[in-house]
């Protein structure tokens, strides 16, 4: 790396700064980085943007997403996380127009996966919102995934196969089952109590929940991390607001790398690794349960 890193005594090497994307990006080595884990502006005119026309605001992505391309190793990948934009009142889905912008720079996408929440605004004149998308690009063919390291519970660990060969025996991988590309509500038993919601989004009663309007869990980030990259390995996110990536780069002992040219999100995000080292931070634990009712279990 052309970088000077960061030093804290318990955490991986990491560089954040509050720079702007493409500039941070042109400072990075060539085919160093194994995941961009990143979600852009949406174009909705949020205080750190400004609303543009549909198609100039994708095409003004072109000079980043080439420098992404550079600096991503051959077996990386990409997940570009990202919503809707809106005007008058019509939806216009930014993995859609995305697609084609990476498609244009080789990219192959492996998973378009769908992120469900449960809260958000409640909108009069459509249904309201309850999804972000997910887009999972590889450089190339030679990929990492870790599928046993982001396993979840199955629904039924101790079904059987009830014919051939193998009749009689577990059917169900013991380590767990595949979380699917739909990251949502998931009842492990037909009983209520075993009720968890895998990645809620972060809103006023979140523990992570700080002064930044769009801010994404570090349990979203860690999925793709640990499923997507090895320990030591590099994560970039060029848009990384209050550094939930860098933290659940760092978490799970990889090298993080960052940039946020907000100050006051950078200011924030830089607090939170300051947090991180010393042990005194916040964040919700992966896969933790957060509704579980006990009492009047019809009402749901």
């Known amino acids: 790396m052309q970088l000077i890193f960061n030093e804290i005594n318990n955490l991986p090497e990491y560089k954040f700064l509050c720079e702007d994307a ?16 990143t979600s852009p502006p949406y174009n909705i005119g949020k205080s750190y943007e400004t609303r543009i026309n549909i198609n100039e605001y994708i095409s003004n992505f072109e000079p980043l997403l080439n420098e992404l391309k550079r600096i991503l190793c051959d077996d990386g990948s990409i997940c570009w996380q990202v919503g809707n934009y809106v005007e008058d009142g019509e939806i216009f889905p930014l993995d859609i127009y995305f697609y084609d912008a990476f498609k244009n720079l080789g990219f192959k996408l492996r998973n378009r ?25 590889t450089k190339t063919d030679n990929y990492i995934f870790n599928l046993d390291d982001v396993r979840i519970p199955s629904k039924y660990p101790g079904k059987k196969y009830y014919k051939g ?4 025996l577990i059917s169900a991988n013991p380590a767990g089952k595949n979380p699917e590309d739909l990251w949502t509500i998931e ?18 009663n979140h523990p992570e929940k700080l002064n930044h ?35 659940a780069a760092l978490k799970n002992n990889r090298r993080a790398l960052g940039s946020e040219r907000e100050k006051n ?11 991180l080292n010393a042990g005194n931070l916040k964040t919700r634990p992966i896969y933790q349960e957060i509704y579980k009712p006990h009492e009047n279990k019809s009402s749901i």
Not at 187 to 204: F, M
Request: proline share 4%.
């Open 165 to 168: 060969a193998k009749k009689g």
């Open 22 to 37: 493409l500039n941070f990006s042109r400072e990075v080595q060539n085919n160093s980085v194994k995941l961009i884990m």
């Open 113 to 137: 996966i769908i992120w469900h929440f449960g809260h958000g605004l409640h909108c009069s004149k459509r249904f309201s919102g309850r999804y972000e998308v997910i887009l999972w690009f």
């Open 265 to 275: 999100y950078f200011e924030i995000g830089s607090e939170r690794i300051k947090n």
């Open 187 to 204: 009842r492990l038993t037909d009983d209520w109590d075993a009720l968890i919601w895998e990645i809620p989004n972060v809103k006023n």
């Open 213 to 247: 309007p769009c801010q994404y869990p570090v349990e979203l980030a860690e999925r793709c991390i640990l499923a997507l990259t090895n320990e030591n390995d590099f994560i970039f996110d060029p848009f990384a607001g209050v550094a939930s990536t860098l933290i």
